[in-house]
């Protein structure tokens, strides 16, 4: 037990030096599990991804469908809210930024923000100009094998710090959303579930944006 806490104080004042570490932040080598509400269920035959909002056609993709659109493979650092961090995860699934070089979606000059609606109605913002960096994904895949459960299986909304790249914004994990059901593109911003609980709109980890 010692020998692990060691461990992971080292890692930790490593990323610290390496400047990775937000303020207020921790290591963990867990995988905390956060949610709100219980684990949906999943059915392939039945369960679609829908695009929709200020897009030039609306979209529906089913279970197989999704699965051959391009796919990506990216490393993050991500960061809780709840102040853990986790580094190098490796996740892979749809980038939406591909999607719209490659013509998948087209969007309107009028698209700025991007409502994420997962299940149970459940809802997470963000601008258009951070869906579409490098650092968001929505995840399939998390360490080479699916998402569990209770990690957001079949499609999370991921974010995180690339390393090196210090131009992208990185809010925090909540941003991301479980059990992702489809993307709204939106003309004018909409607060999501959390931070109509009180959660900073922006939430920039490195800002330290934790409240509104």
């Not at 037990?1 to 080292?10: D, I, V």
């Not at 999704?66 to 699934?93: M, Y």
Request: aromatic fraction near 16%; charge should be neutral.
């Amino acid at each position: 037990m010692f020998e692990s806490l060691f461990r992971r104080r080292e890692e930790e004042e490593k990323v610290a030096r390496e400047g990775r570490l937000p303020p207020g932040q921790y290591l963990t080598q867990k995988f905390p599990v956060l949610h709100y509400g219980p684990v949906p269920s999943f059915n392939p035959a039945t369960w679609d991804f829908r695009i929709w909002g200020e897009v030039e056609q609306p979209v529906r993709w089913t279970w197989e469908e999704f699965n051959q659109l391009p796919r990506t493979e990216i490393t993050l650092d991500i960061h809780c809210v709840t102040r853990w961090s986790k580094f190098d995860t490796k996740w892979a699934g749809v980038s939406v930024r591909t999607l719209v070089e490659q013509g998948f979606i087209k969007l309107k000059p009028s698209a700025r923000y991007v409502i994420q609606h997962a299940e149970y109605g459940f809802t997470a913002n963000l601008p258009l100009e951070v869906v579409l960096q490098d650092n968001f994904l929505l995840a399939t895949h998390y360490d080479g094998q699916p998402l569990t459960p209770e990690h957001g299986y079949p499609v999370r909304g991921v974010i995180g710090h690339i390393v090196g790249r210090n131009d992208l914004k990185v809010p925090y994990f909540w941003k991301g959303a479980k059990w992702l059901r489809g993307l709204e593109f939106a003309a004018q911003d909409r607060p999501g579930f959390w931070e109509q609980a009180g959660y900073h709109n922006e939430a920039d980890v490195w800002k330290e944006e934790r409240f509104g």
